[in-house]
């Protein structure tokens, strides 16, 4: 993610698909990324797609104990006041939509088995 004054920059995360490398040092430094997790697919060399979204979640919330930004963890919720207001709230912010899955879905890779809900 790039974050340009109060919004999300994705015309800037995009730049930096197709700029040569040369460029993209410049890039970096007037415009620096931050990584956000959401999931877990695989720790210590251990692949855990088959596991439930709530372990996988629990082993990332672990993992992400010490970052600093630019890591970032994602924001979760189970209260859908909670996730109706992100979704009002960020959109302002250029989030285009918020994921819902089920707590105990493995991961189905290119079968999408949870909602998407879109601006």
């Not at 994705?10 to 990324?33: I, M, N």
């Not at 697919?41 to 855990?48: F, N, P, R």
């Not at 596991?51 to 963890?73: D, I, Y």
Request: hydrophobic share 45%.
């Amino acid at each position: 993610m790039i974050w340009t004054a109060d919004n999300l920059n994705f015309d800037a995360l995009q730049r930096r698909l197709v700029t040569s490398k040369v460029g993209l040092r410049d890039l970096v430094r007037e415009q620096p990324a931050s990584f956000v997790a959401f999931d877990l697919l695989a720790v210590a060399g251990h692949d855990i797609r088959d596991a439930p979204l709530v372990q996988r979640r629990e082993l990332l919330e672990e993992l992400a104990a010490g970052w600093e930004p630019p890591l970032n963890l994602s924001p979760v919720t189970r209260d859908r006041a909670q996730a109706l207001a992100w979704f009002e709230e960020l959109h302002h912010a250029g989030l285009e939509g918020l994921v819902c899955k089920s707590a105990a879905q493995s991961y189905q890779g290119s079968v999408r088995q949870w909602l998407v809900i879109c601006t």
